[in-house]
């Protein structure tokens, strides 16, 4: 027998850019249950996006400034960023061309060490 298994889709983390937010699909919300805010980040030499979960601890301690500070609302089965100027600096960074594209779609991976989930471009 030669069985080729199928992947699990609804097991993959993705984030989905849009012209106007970030969607994380269900997998990727399980690390952002517990926050209502994220910080949102570029790493142009690695060509990385960076979402990284804030907890209330860390707002109540303020260690983040509050214009860092990105509200993710979740849903039954996605979460969302709104943030159309995070979008046109990944547009700029990364050549985005949401009149060619809809959409971006990629895998995500979620760092246990720095606690950021990361896209790579």
Same mark, same amino acid.
């Given at each position: 027998?030669?069985?080729?298994?199928?992947?699990? +889709? /609804? !097991?993959?983390?993705?984030?989905? /850019?849009?012209?106007?937010?970030?969607?994380?699909?269900? !997998?990727?919300?399980? =690390?952002?249950? +517990?926050?209502?805010?994220?910080?949102? @980040?570029? +790493?142009?030499?690695?060509?990385?996006?960076?979402?990284?979960?804030?907890?209330?601890?860390?707002?109540?301690?303020?260690?983040?400034?509050?214009?860092?500070? =990105?509200?993710?609302?979740? @849903?039954?089965?996605?979460?969302?960023?709104?943030?159309?100027?995070?979008?046109?600096?990944?547009?700029?960074?990364?050549?985005?061309?949401?009149?060619?594209?809809?959409?971006?779609?990629?895998?995500?991976?979620? +760092?246990?060490? =720095? =606690?950021?989930?990361?896209?790579?471009?």
């Amino acid at each position: 027998m030669n069985f080729e298994w199928s992947t699990n +889709d /609804i !097991a993959t983390k993705t984030l989905t /850019i849009y012209e106007t937010n970030l969607t994380l699909n269900k !997998a990727a919300c399980a =690390h952002f249950e +517990d926050v209502s805010f994220v910080l949102l @980040g570029i +790493d142009k030499e690695n060509k990385q996006i960076g979402i990284k979960p804030v907890t209330r601890d860390d707002i109540n301690n303020e260690i983040y400034l509050k214009n860092q500070l =990105h509200r993710i609302s979740l @849903g039954k089965s996605y979460g969302r960023i709104s943030n159309k100027s995070f979008v046109e600096d990944l547009c700029q960074v990364f050549d985005f061309d949401f009149s060619k594209e809809q959409s971006y779609k990629l895998n995500v991976k979620f +760092d246990v060490v =720095h =606690h950021i989930m990361i896209a790579q471009l």
